[in-house]
């Protein structure tokens, strides 16, 4: 059985992935272990057998459709600092430090699931959709809703996530994150950007159990854009959709405060830096 399966398989392709996932019921999936080696040591996951993703150059690389940007899920974040999307690379930039970069992915940040997770909030602002694999094909789902609670995903035991597509937008994007120290730092809340088609859609960062965006604030952060709402106005309809998690980094009052003026920075940001982002 040992020898038919061995716990620790490393295919070259999607598909000796698949197999080898069907192979091993149970098993995880690693690409760049950043998320999965700590939560291994200290004891807060564990598996049998293990699926590494290291070696499959075709889950690696940005490319640029008519619409889309298409990141492969094994694209490291270091090859998103330099995206053709500003708020993208600007998270990018700023998750862990070059080592963690070079070695992170972004599959692993997104089916990590974690609320403060940094691209997570441009994604869901710029509607980012995921490629779902398994054997029986590939079903695209929007990222708004992949999410369903803190380390849990939609995705089946037998799929992948094989690439994330993210909509150009032309418009204006950001991201920013608020921590206790100014490197290497989990964000304690963060927010992302896009401006297009007249508008902003703004996303937050541990303002819940999930990434989290509402039309609500959406609506206000647009009207501030065109100067018939007020800072206060968004502050305040920010302070209403979040639920921010209170927790011995801060106190939930103090993230509902930050991510209001997270909110206020970025629209004012794109109102008057609003050059192309994608
Ligand atoms: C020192 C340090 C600092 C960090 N700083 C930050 C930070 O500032 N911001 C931040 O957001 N994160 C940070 N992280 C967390 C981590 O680096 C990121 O979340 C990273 O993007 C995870 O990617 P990975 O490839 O290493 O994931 P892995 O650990 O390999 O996997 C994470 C999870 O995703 C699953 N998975 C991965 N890829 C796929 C796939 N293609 N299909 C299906 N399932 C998949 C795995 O099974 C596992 O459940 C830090 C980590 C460390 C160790």
Redesign the pocket.
């Known amino acids: 059985m040992l020898l038919a399966a061995p716990r620790f398989a490393l295919p070259e392709t999607p598909e000796e992935a698949l197999a080898a996932l069907a192979e091993r019921p149970g098993a ?12 291994l040591l200290w004891g807060t ?1 564990s598996a049998d057998a293990f699926v590494s ?1 290291r070696r499959v150059a075709a ?1 690696r690389g940005v490319t640029v459709d008519d619409d889309d940007l298409v990141m492969g ?2 694209t ?2 270091s090859g998103l600092t330099t995206a053709p999307d500003a708020g993208l690379a600007a ?1 990018a930039t ?4 070059p ?3 070079t ?12 609320p ?5 909030p441009t994604l869901l602002a710029g509607g980012a959709r995921l490629e ?1 694999t398994s054997a029986t094909g590939v079903r695209t789902v929007p990222f708004d809703g992949f999410i369903t609670a803190p ?1 849990r995903t939609r ?1 089946a035991e037998d ?4 690439a994330v597509r993210l909509p150009r937008h032309g418009g204006f994007a950001d991201y920013v ?1 608020v921590g206790r120290r100014n490197a ?4 304690t809340v963060s927010a992302a950007v896009v401006s297009r088609d007249g508008g902003v859609r703004l996303a937050f960062g541990n303002a819940g159990p999930t990434p989290l965006r509402s039309d609500d604030v959406d609506a206000v952060a647009t009207a501030l854009l065109d100067g018939r709402a007020t800072p206060e106005d968004l502050r305040a309809a920010v302070a209403v959709a979040v639920d921010p998690p209170e927790d011995p980094v801060a106190s939930a009052d103090y993230r509902r405060h930050a991510l209001g003026v997270l909110a206020v920075r970025l629209v004012t940001r794109a109102r008057t830096d609003g050059g192309p982002g994608a």
């Open positions: 995880v999936v690693v690409a760049g272990g950043t998320e999965m080696m700590p939560d996951r993703l889950l899920a094994g490291p974040v998270a700023s998750l862990g430090t080592l963690v970069r070695e992170a992915t972004i599959g692993g940040n997104v089916v990590s699931a974690l403060y997770r940094n691209l997570l779902l380390g995705l799929e992948l996530l094989t994150k290497q730092f989990v964000a």
